[in-house]
């Protein structure tokens, strides 16, 4: 799934209210995410937790520094497999 825009509070509402259609992914697309909250990151860990569960290896695509700046300050930066955005992806 790819997430792009704002992944604030606001927009965290909306994604856990749709997350019987994208809960099951293993994969996020985040290279088109302009912004990220606390509230964005819980999202993600909640996600990943998920994933975890059921056995999976959440892994994220095209995560950017600040997402990286946020998941070390929380100390969750653990739970993600990142994997850069290549030009193929975009």
Not at 38 to 45: D, E, F, R, T
Not at 66 to 88: I, M, R, W
């Amino acid at each position: 799934m790819r997430l792009s825009g704002e992944l604030q509070a606001a927009q965290v509402i909306e994604l856990w209210q749709r997350r019987a259609d994208w809960w099951q992914e293993d994969l996020l697309e985040l290279g088109d995410v302009t912004t990220l909250d606390s509230a964005g990151l819980a999202l993600l860990v909640k996600w990943a937790k998920a994933a975890l569960a059921r056995g999976a290896t959440p892994q994220l695509v095209g995560a950017s520094a600040d997402f990286y700046t946020l998941a070390n300050l929380y100390g969750v930066a653990g739970l993600f497999q990142s994997t850069p955005l290549t030009t193929e992806d975009a």
